[in-house]
């Protein structure tokens, strides 16, 4: 099993910056992709950014230029810079990681994006 907490997640202004963090614990593999999803109020849930162990990355096209994700392997964890954040960024994002034939998922930290 493996454990996946975030934190960080909070309100900020428009044109505001915030840091997510994902801690992961457990039986954690070296061959893995790790990602952040959103999920807004009554929509589905999307894809962010991604990561995998060899620290390509990729990003939505909603949030390329102005998030960042990043990894330390000696930590275990995983982070989101977000910056320039819009009202449309406002929704719960959730920590994901693939490894082996599974997928575990954090319990979600909420983000609002309001004046």
């Known amino acids: 099993q493996v454990q996946l907490v975030e934190s960080g997640g909070g309100l900020a202004q428009p044109g505001g910056s915030l840091r997510l963090s994902c801690a992961v614990s457990?039986?954690?593999?070296?061959?893995?992709?790790m990602a952040w999803y959103r999920q807004a109020p009554g929509k589905q849930r999307e894809l962010v950014a991604a990561?995998?162990?060899?620290?390509?990355?990729n990003y939505s096209d909603s949030v390329k230029g102005r998030f960042t994700i990043s990894r330390d392997t000696a930590k275990n964890a995983m982070y989101l810079q977000m910056n320039n954040l819009k009202p449309e960024d406002t929704a719960v994002y959730y920590c994901?990681?693939?490894?082996?034939?599974?997928?575990?998922w954090g319990q979600g930290t909420p983000v609002t994006v309001s004046s």
């Open positions: 994901n990681r693939k490894q082996g034939f599974r997928q575990y």
């Open positions: 990561i995998n162990d060899s620290g390509i990355t």
């Open positions: 457990g039986n954690i593999f070296s061959t893995y992709v």
